[in-house]
């Protein structure tokens, strides 16, 4: 199997099965606990159907949209993820160079693995900064700035994330960084040598958002421990209110779920929320972003942008989103899969094949312009 007979989502997972020692793959793959926030996420798109009109001339489509102050070419961005160059050596920079390809916008991990600053620098389309809040208020502040420097365009606070999510596969495997591998998670390695070739003969693997603060390379902190030591449990809304002061720009808050806290978000500043259970990966039996997107665009969305990822594998399902009212969509695992599988092309290819979908499914809705959907054109079961 190759890059050349990916035609969806399912065949770019099934290449990256192949390709990639079984412990990295299931860590992308994987979600917490029984994994049924993660298998609902995109379950949840099956309950309702678009209804179509024809006869609309629609020879010419317009992808674009705005969303937090940035023009995107088309309504989907790659969401912010950890260890990209260990899914694949070009890792970030492969993403952030196929995202300004599409005139779309990607984000970067406080968990990332190439700079912000060089990613800045190498590719012009809007970048996302992704923090987590630590103890620490100055590190807090400090990274803030950091990122104002480089010339960041949206800052995205992770809220979903005070603790670390129960994933039960990388407890098996022994996935954690650095390796902790269990003596079967070894033996996958070494039946993928060609993972394992690329990884030692490419710049070794650091965390370079976090180098000043947490020492890697000495083992001296995990990403387990960073979780537990250095991220502050006792987050509240008045500490993220101060930091939407401080940054004073477009800043979103990614897992927002409840109505309640959205109005919230509106009160202290934020530009935008992302309805998001951080694809299944944190708390399991939550509900699916796509099931809760209508009650809180219809509470918020003329106050704020609504952006919501999860589990979102078609241009149909980005459809259904902006129809209930969502701004813009994110993706995880649709462009770490391909990643993964075949670098940069393989994300080219996925959001061509994403963007060609998200066309061809307008046009068969009959609308010209994303602003054309909306919820005459959807109906529930
Ligand atoms: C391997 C992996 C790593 C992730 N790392 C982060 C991260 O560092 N920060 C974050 O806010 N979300 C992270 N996420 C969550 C994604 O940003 C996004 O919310 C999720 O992947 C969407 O679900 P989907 O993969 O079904 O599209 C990660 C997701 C995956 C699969």
Known sequence: MRLRHCHNFHDFRELARRRLPSPIFDYIDGAADDEETYRRNTKAFESCELIPSVLRGVENIDLSVIVMGQKLAMPVYCSPTALQRLFHHQGERAVAKAAAKFGTMFGVSSLGTVSLEELRKAYDTPQ??????HKDRALNRAMMQRAKDAGINVMMLTVDSITGGNRERDLRTGFSIPFQLTLGGMVQFV?????????????????????????????????????????????????VAEMVRVWNGQFCLKGIMSVADAKRAVEIGCTGIILSNHGGRQLDGSRAAFDQLAEIADAVGDKIDVMMDGGVRRGTHVLKALSLGAKAVGIGRYYLFPLAAAGQAGVEMALSLLRNEIERDMKLMGCSSVNQLSRANLKYR
């Open 191 to 239: 039946i993928k040598p060609t993972w394992a070739i690329n990884y030692l003969t490419h710049e070794r693997f650091k965390l370079p958002q976090l180098d000043e603060h947490v020492d890697m390379g000495g083992g001296a902190i995990s990403i387990g421990r960073y979780f537990t030591e250095m991220l502050d449990p006792s987050m509240n809304w008045n500490d």
């Open 128 to 133: 996302v900064y992704q923090l987590y809040f």
